[in-house]
């Protein structure tokens, strides 16, 4: 494979892995909003716990992505 080919395999993988962490960012802000409308104090809690878990993946996916971090073993 020519080096071209490799790094335009990179920016695609790169452009997923950024698409991917903006859907979980907007997934979770989905939500977030949902969770203040919710009128059940439950219902509520369970959102914001969702939405919190998927803003820390988001995040983690994003280091992983940037090479800031290594997933645990």
Known sequence: MTE???T???MTGQEAAH???EQLREQAHRL???AAHAADAAERGR???RARQLESDSDQESM???GDI???Q
Do not use: K, N, S, W
């Open 4 to 6: 071209q080919g490799t």
């Open 19 to 21: 698409r991917h962490v």
């Open 47 to 49: 959102l914001e716990e």
């Open 70 to 72: 290594y997933p645990a």
């Open 8 to 10: 335009q395999q990179a």
């Open 64 to 66: 992983m992505a940037a």
């Open 32 to 34: 977030a909003d949902d």
